[in-house]
């Protein structure tokens, strides 16, 4: 029949398109992306000297709490848990001087690098008295 042939025809292509398929699809096909470079990220650099360990002041009451003994160059936080300002300000020299503002106010400080006994105060209320030891 006339129909049947074109049917045979046909499948036979679709065999040959298929095989032809396969061939041109199994080719080694050689991926040469090449991997990212890896960044190096730069980390931020603290400062070489050393760094200690970290020491707080909390300000309460009008007072600076407990003497605190950090190591030299010491980064000390302090925060101020009054409604008023106040600051932490070496008695003799300027070995540290900073305000904190209140209600939770934060300051850093950061030690003298010289071993000693620093006595500080609050300029706004001098009766406020601290002890700061460096070793
Ligand atoms: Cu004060």
Redesign the pocket.
């Known amino acids: 029949m006339k129909i049947g042939k074109v049917r045979a025809a046909f499948l036979v292509a679709l065999v040959l398109a298929g095989t032809a398929g396969c061939a041109s699809g199994g080719g080694s096909t050689a991926t040469t992306s090449a991997p990212a470079p890896t960044s190096t990220a730069s980390m931020p650099v603290e400062s070489s000297s050393a760094v200690a360990s970290a020491a707080a002041i909390t300000?309460k009451d009008?007072a600076y709490g407990d003497p605190i003994t950090v190591s030299p160059g010491a980064t000390v936080m302090v925060t101020n848990m009054?409604t008023?300002?106040?600051?932490v300000t070496a008695d003799q020299g300027s070995a540290f001087d900073v305000e904190v503002k209140g209600s939770g106010g934060t300051a850093t400080l950061t030690a003298p690098s010289k071993p000693g006994t620093y006595a500080f105060h609050?300029?706004?209320?001098p009766n406020?008295h601290g002890t700061l030891t460096v070793k």
């Open positions: 300000v009008f009054d008023a300002e106040h600051t609050c300029t706004y209320h406020m």
